[in-house]
T-cell receptor
Framework: DVKVTQSSRYLVKRTGEKVFLECVQDMDHENMFWYRQDPGLGLRLIYF???????EKGDIPEGYSVSREKKERFSLILESASTNQTSMYLC?????????????FGNGTRLTVT | AQSVAQPEDQVNVAEGNPLTVKCTYS??????LFWYVQYPNRGLQFLLK??????LVKGSYGFEAEFNKSQTSFHLKKPSALVSDSALYFC????????????FGSGTQLTVLP
């Protein structure tokens, strides 16, 4: 079974801090994704990656960056955290080459920026 | 552009009764359609998908969904609801051939009353 692990369940950071959210998957999936989940808005795609050292912007990339140095690890970076980035962050992975491959999600990181 | 709508924020149903969670979509081509479920403090779990073929799709935990092209709908159904089905349900769509990513709906909170 695919396991997607997000390193922190809860994080509290101060405005202006640099924040790293880490995600690791154990099934050799090529595709990895970062979403944020907010009530009433569903999931919105921040960034995604189809390969090591490759990244593409999603629908709401502003204020975020990502890093994928190894296939199994995909990091989300908040360069200077702001209160409007308080949210639930979800990492996901899927197989490449299968357009209808389901996403496998981690349990999420609830980030609070004060 | 692709979009998906879940018109009900909340659905309540009595245990043992049939349940329906509604989803409508908009794509320019043919859709891939998905349902995911999220239990409290967890990530999303894949339930079922429609790719092509039979309009009635069966998935995990006794759920099924009916693809209706003329009504551009993909409603999630279960003949007999369980209290343990109470969760947040998300519909997602991807336009075959023109979109690389899923678009998620805003989610529907299902509560099954004992």
């Amino acid at each position: 079974d695919v396991k997607v692990t997000q390193s922190s369940r809860y994080l509290v950071k101060r405005t202006g801090e640099k924040v790293f959210l880490e995600c690791v998957q154990d099934m050799d999936h090529e595709n990895m994704f970062w979403y944020r989940q907010d009530p009433g808005l569903g999931l919105r795609l921040i960034y995604f990656s189809y390969d090591v050292k490759m990244k593409e912007k999603g629908d709401i990339p502003e204020g975020y960056s990502v890093s994928r140095e190894k296939k199994e690890r995909f990091s989300l970076i908040l360069e200077s955290a702001s209160t409007n980035q308080t949210s639930m962050y979800l990492c996901a992975s899927s197989l490449e080459g299968q357009d209808n491959s389901p996403l496998h999600f981690g349990n999420g990181t609830r980030l609070t920026v004060t | 552009a692709q979009s998906v709508a879940q018109p009900e924020d909340q659905v309540n149903v009595a245990e043992g009764n049939p349940l329906t969670v509604k989803c409508t979509y908009s794509v320019s081509g043919n859709p891939y359609l998905f349902w995911y479920v999220q239990y409290p403090n967890r990530g999303l779990q894949f339930l079922l998908k429609y790719i092509t073929g039979d309009n009635l799709v069966k998935g995990s935990y006794g759920f099924e969904a009916e693809f209706n092209k003329s009504q551009t709908s993909f409603h999630l159904k279960k003949p007999s609801a369980l209290v343990s089905d109470s969760a947040l349900y998300f519909c997602a769509v991807r336009d075959q051939g023109s979109a690389r990513q899923l678009t998620f709906g805003s989610g529907t909170q299902l509560t099954v009353l004992p």
